[in-house]
């Protein structure tokens, strides 16, 4: 069974230009996660969906950044438009259930570099 | 909100056992996750206690104390290829479904 899988794996762009963040989730699996971690820190919350619908987004920092899943299967998150502190690694996790205990399985993440 | 303590380097010998610690706080605690990641790759899933007590598989275990806030990630019989980071993350209760993550522990074995 393919695991997550995150496209690209690496962006470089420069401020103020925009990026766009994708996101394959183990299929089945209804709920999709993205986190980043910025240099240094640790890794953090951004938003959950369950489905299409955003069940969490608590954790997104500003209005620069969208996140969709039409469809209900693979997510898309989009920088615009992107500073330099946005720089970090983007990982998205899905999991098949919201219950506690239901393991989120990560991707790779990408690492965006905003100059 | 939480706060999560792990070290941030550790190293051990080929061979040896290793524990890594993670303390929490949090006010509505619902389980504590432990994540294996290498350079590069994705955080893969190691275990998850929600019960005080060990939880073993294989070379790892993993113990929970949730009255001292308290677990660790036991790795026994060291292998170069466990040089990793080791993500501790804490599931609370009225947060969501998000992971709270530690700053993770860097682990290099050494032959």
């Known amino acids: 069974e393919a695991g997550v899988t995150q496209f690209p794996s690496h962006s470089v762009i420069e401020k103020g230009q925009t990026v766009t963040l994708r996101c394959d989730p183990i299929?089945?699996?209804?709920?999709l996660y993205w986190y980043r971690r910025v240099m240094g820190k640790e890794i953090k919350f951004l938003l959950h969906?369950?489905?299409?619908?955003?069940?969490?987004e608590s954790g997104m920092p500003n209005n620069r950044f969208l996140a969709e899943r039409t469809g209900g299967t693979y997510s898309t998150l989009k920088v615009q438009p992107a500073e330099l502190e946005d720089s970090g690694v983007y990982f998205c996790a899905s999991s098949l259930t919201k219950g506690a205990g239901d393991t989120q399985y990560f991707g790779p993440g990408t690492r965006l570099t905003v100059l | 909100g939480q706060n999560i303590d792990q070290p941030t380097e550790m190293t051990a010998t080929e061979g040896a056992i290793v524990q890594i610690n993670c303390t929490y706080q949090?006010?509505?605690?619902?389980?504590l996750f432990w994540y294996q990641q290498h350079a590069g790759e994705a955080p893969t899933f190691l275990s998850y206690?929600?019960?005080?007590g060990l939880e073993e598989k294989g070379r790892f275990s993993s113990f929970l104390s949730r009255s001292k806030g308290y677990s660790y990630l036991l790795l026994k019989e060291l292998q170069m290829k466990d040089s990793a980071s080791y993500l501790c993350a804490v599931h609370e209760n009225n947060a969501g479904n998000m992971l709270t993550f530690g700053g993770g522990t860097r682990l290099m074995v050494k032959p």
């Open positions: 949090t006010s509505g605690f619902n389980g």
């Open positions: 206690n929600v019960l005080d």
């Open positions: 969906f369950v489905k299409e619908s955003k069940q969490d």
């Open positions: 299929s089945g699996h209804d709920n």
